[in-house]
């Protein structure tokens, strides 16, 4: 069956980096994948997607120039390199598949557990 | 960007009763509207897709409906396991955008 599992959490300093990785079994690792995040007791918010390939990549606002996403297709491995930390950074952070069957890039069919973000000094 | 008003952000209910959510986009987006489940503690489900398309596994007790700017979820005999968070999500373009989310919750 799909898993998603995220790792690379923790309590990180306002200003510093942190790299999180999604490890992916149980389908071909083929399809576009994303970043959804989600501050302590509030929404979910997108974060950033990735082709196939690699070679296509979208942020939203708050991530671009600070986050990079990035996969290796011979690992199935996701990953979300995260600079200049601040508090609203503060999340789970779940890597999630994106679905092919509705038609349109964009909707999440499967998501990980997540991993707990905290930026705090 | 887009934006997603979900209402209401809270839903008393009991067990049986026919419940609805509401979510409005600030633009079209045709019928580009996921909706998800969300319990305490776990990641997000998706429940449908395409604005009315049902996921595989999903209980046929829920359903979505809505197209342009409005849409519902109705869940048709509330269950226990039903209590959760619900968002809708819009993937007409990037960024997607969900909505705040309403919480049902045992009345």
């Known amino acids: 069956q799909v898993r998603l599992v995220e790792s690379g959490g923790g309590v990180v300093q306002p200003g510093t980096s942190l790299r999180l990785s999604c490890a992916a079994s149980?389908?071909?690792?083929?399809?576009?994948m994303h970043w959804v995040r989600q501050a302590p007791g509030k929404g979910l918010e997108w974060v950033a997607v990735?082709?196939?390939?690699?070679?296509?990549?979208a942020y939203a606002a708050s991530g671009k120039g600070r986050f990079t996403i990035s996969r290796d297709n011979s690992k199935n491995t996701l990953s979300l390199q995260m600079t200049s930390l601040g508090a609203e950074d503060t999340a789970v952070y779940y890597c999630?598949?994106?679905?092919?069957?509705?038609?349109?890039?964009?909707?999440?069919?499967?998501w990980g557990q997540g991993t707990l973000v905290t930026v705090s000094s | 960007d887009i934006q997603m008003t979900q209402s209401p952000s809270t839903l008393p209910a009991s067990v049986g009763d026919r419940v609805t959510i509401t979510c409005r986009a600030s633009?079209?987006?045709?019928?580009?509207l996921a909706w998800y489940q969300q319990k305490p503690g776990k990641a997000p489900n998706l429940l449908v897709s395409?604005?009315?398309n049902l996921e595989s596994g999903v209980p046929s007790r829920f359903s979505g409906s809505g197209s342009g700017t409005e849409f519902t979820l109705t869940i048709s005999s509330l269950q226990p396991d039903d209590f959760a968070t619900y968002y809708c999500?819009?993937?007409?373009?990037?960024?997607?955008?969900f909505g705040q989310g309403t919480k049902v919750e045992i009345k």
């Open positions: 999500q819009h993937y007409n373009t990037y960024p997607v955008t």
């Open positions: 990735i082709g196939p390939d690699g070679n296509i990549k």
């Open positions: 395409k604005a009315s």
């Open positions: 149980g389908f071909s690792f083929n399809n576009p």
């Open positions: 633009q079209t987006i045709s019928n580009w």
């Open positions: 999630a598949r994106e679905g092919q069957s509705s038609g349109k890039a964009g909707i999440f069919d499967f």
